[in-house]
């Protein structure tokens, strides 16, 4: 499905941008969402990455070619614009010119009027990295190296302090891509540059061993420690190794939710403070991306099978979970709120996850094997195939994990050889965990979260089985043992609550302290599906993996509650079901805003405006000061409030106008106002707007560089 997506992708629209920049006229439209913004170009330096892993692990000559035809264009682009530069963003001569000369003026997310610009090049260098690594492509570490020497020249008079204030804008992994073209090209030069993208402010915490993530934006410091850990394989500096390893375990212990994913509203929060913390914005699939890479680096160091545990929760229970199983879209959040809803992407999103995303479905030959000399280990339970040429074997494994518990390794050798293999004996695998030899039961001691070790010299057709039967578990919140995510063996279940967009109630459990296993019951012929029995309210309820479950309300995180609890939730449901109808009886119009349809019928017109899908609802902004109009019916004869639905846990610059019949009526301001819910703010009509009139105009004005809205619902009412 990730193939037939980055087919359907054109390349000339994802280097419009480019060209654009380099003073050449596009062969084709630019894509639209982010890719027509000031972040324009981030995609293609995913898209080239994804390309060439895909090339890699299908061995398919389309997206050989296609990269090789990318390549050549931004060889063209480079050459046109005569300093080394290549990239996508707008006005790139006028922020650079200022970055060269120190005049800095940078914000998290914003540099000099540029968004994350650094950010965008450093998807670019690793687009280019990995089609010389994975299509030795030549052309494209030529073009790394010239974009490389750019970086030096605009950056090279700049002051500590200076730096220091561009570097508080995201920046990505500008220090592993600088660190590993150093590695590529052998010039020192770049590996001073990538030292030199050090966020101190982060960083020297980091070294210290200290957690002082709580309210930054997460995905914007994985990066950072990913290439400090690709800086201290090339200099051995044990400080950088600390940033990267501290970095991984303190949010692996504080900050990481059961899917293996991290954040809420794309922030750190409070150390160990997860259960209140659970929305529709949870875990940002591009966290979890970077993450995975990061703990790739620590196991290169030191095979460690705890590592391997977290890569396997992580892979199984989000990345695979965030594709849609019969479209291919991916997500930007995997929502862990009770109730809340998978809300996928379209082809032409182009969000950080969605380039995130087209290299991750392209990724799962990754973290399989690793091998030294001499020893193998097999660290992923993925029908995959190894070909290790210096000792003549193919190793294939065979397996239908997670449906069946069971692994067969077949070596195909061309001689014997003597070798150690370290086979992954996971923390959830209590059950047993046995290990036979051409059919033979092996004496192989290992425990949960170690390896079990096999040393012998292997012979053409022996056959490992490894057998792992899995269990039912509950991992409770770290702060709340009430509220609990249910496991089989590795894999993570989720409840189907409801329909999308269905306002039932989420059933709770009332197990009454007995185990999982007595009141979860296997449903049979359907494997990795369950079926609560008697503890559901206010019913029972059916589970099965949460990357199986879509297009419905689902619940990763269960609160378990007693009978009385129970009773008076359900009273409180009730209440607000009550509000419910008597809004509805009050209600003149009420217009379902990102319909096609609904809008048409209340001629919707704007600028700089589109619709979207967050959480199973449609919504629409405008950005960068656009604006967006529509027609409500409006009591001639009575006064009236204007309810507009918003979502609480709204960031960044949100501050626009609410103009009626010309008229501004409120500024409004959206910042966190009621997190991980949507909510309703009521707006006064002027009776004057409306006192004799059966429609009224209503325009969203977005502020200069502000977006307007999200809105997610409008609504018309008599005043009570």
Known sequence: MDARWLLRLEPDRLLAPYRTEAGLQPKAPRYEGWESMSISGHSLGHYLSACARLYQALGDPQFRRRVEYIVEELAVCQEARGDGFVGGMPESRRVFAEIARGEIRSGGFDLNGSW?????????????????????????LEIAARLGDWVHNVTRNLTEDQWQRMLACEYGGMNEVLA?????????????LARKFYDRAVLDPLAEGRDELRGKHANTQIPKTIGAARIFELTAEPRYAAIASNFFHIVLRSHTYATGGNSEGEHFGPPGRLSNRLGANTTETCNTYNMLKLARALYRWRPDAALGDYYERALWNHILASQHPETGQVLYFLPLRPGGQKSFMDDHAFTCCSGTGMENHARYNENIFFHGDQT???????????????????????????????????????????????????????????????????NVVSRPGSYAVIEREWHPDDVVQVEMPFALRTEPMPDNDRRVAIFYGPILLAGEVGPPRSQDLVPVLIPENRPVRDWLQPLWGRPLEFRTAGVGRPRD????????????????????????????????????????????????????????????????????????????????????????????????????????????????????????????????????????????????????????????????????????????????????
Request: charged share 30%.
């Open 116 to 140: 994350v610009p650094w950010y965008n090049l450093h998807k670019l260098f690793a687009g280019l990295l990995d089609a010389h690594a994975y299509c030795t492509n030549a052309r494209a």
């Open 180 to 192: 590993e073209l150093a590695a590529r090209t052998g010039r020192p030069v770049y590996l001073d």
């Open 376 to 442: 193998l280990w097999v660290d992923q339970f993925l029908a995959a195939e190894l070909h290790w040429p210096e000792h003549g074997l193919r190793l294939r494994q065979h397996t239908r994990f997670p449906e069946e518990p069971v692994v067969r390794l077949h070596f195909r050798l061309e001689r014997p050889v003597r070798l150690s293999l370290r086979v992954r004996h996971p923390f959830w695998a209590t059950n047993g965990f046995d290990v036979l030899l051409n059919g033979q039961r092996l």
């Open 541 to 720: 309820v059916v589970l099965r993996p949460l990357y199986a479950t879509y297009d419905c309300r689902h619940t990763v995180y269960w609160d378990l509650y007693t009978e009385a609890e129970w009773e008076k939730r359900r009273a409180a449901y009730e209440a607000e079901q009550a509000r419910l109808r008597e809004l509805e009886a009050r209600t003149v119009d009420r217009f379902d805003i990102g319909e096609m349809q609904p809008e048409r019928d209340h001629n919707l017109r704007g600028e700089k405006t589109a619709p979207g899908e967050f959480n199973g609802r449609k919504f629409r902004h405008a950005w960068d000061g656009g604006w967006f109009a529509f027609e409500v019916a409006v009591p001639p004869d009575a006064p009236a409030d204007l309810v507009i639905t918003y979502w609480g846990s709204e960031t960044g610059n949100r501050t626009f106008d609410v103009i009626v019949e010309g008229e501004t009526i409120a500024t409004t301001r959206l910042h966190q106002d009621r997190p991980d819910e949507f909510w309703d703010k009521v707006y006064p009509l002027p009776e004057r707007l409306t006192r004799g009139k059966e429609r009224v105009t209503v325009r969203f004005q977005a502020h200069p560089g502000n977006y307007a809205g999200g809105v997610f619902g409008v609504r018309v009412v008599r005043r009570p």
